[in-house]
Nanobody, 120 residues
């Protein structure tokens, strides 16, 4: 079993930055892809970024490309999401998820999320 805990959310003004962390315990972390997702009440869950198990391959949603960067430190069992130039529309609960094969809405393991609020 893999447990994921997100942290780093908070209140930030438009144009500001935050770095989210996703700390993992249990297994299999080293062999898992990690995805970052966000959810706004009344809307579907949106995939924000995905990183391969070795950290070499990353993918981003068009809405965050160029502003967000996903990275991982397998020695620390932690995945990061650096968010720069935040926009009001980035306000959401951000969740990380893990799966051995795919980044998708059906990933095997999910954290509970951390709230990011961007003030206009």
């Amino acid at each position: 079993q893999l447990q994921l805990v997100e942290s780093g959310g908070g209140l930030v003004p438009v144009g500001g930055s935050l770095r989210l962390s996703c700390a993992a315990s249990g297994s299999p972390f080293d062999y898992s892809l990690i995805g970052w997702y966000r959810q706004v009440p009344g809307k579907g869950r949106e995939e924000v970024a995905c990183i391969s198990s070795d950290g070499v391959t990353t993918n981003y949603a068009a809405s965050v490309k160029g502003r967000f960067t996903v990275s991982r430190d397998n020695a620390k069992r932690t995945v990061y999401l650096q968010m720069n130039n935040l926009e009001f529309e980035d306000t959401a609960v951000y969740l990380c998820a893990a799966d051995k094969y795919y980044c998708s809405a059906a990933m095997s393991y999910w954290g509970k999320g951390t709230l990011v609020t961007v003030s206009s």
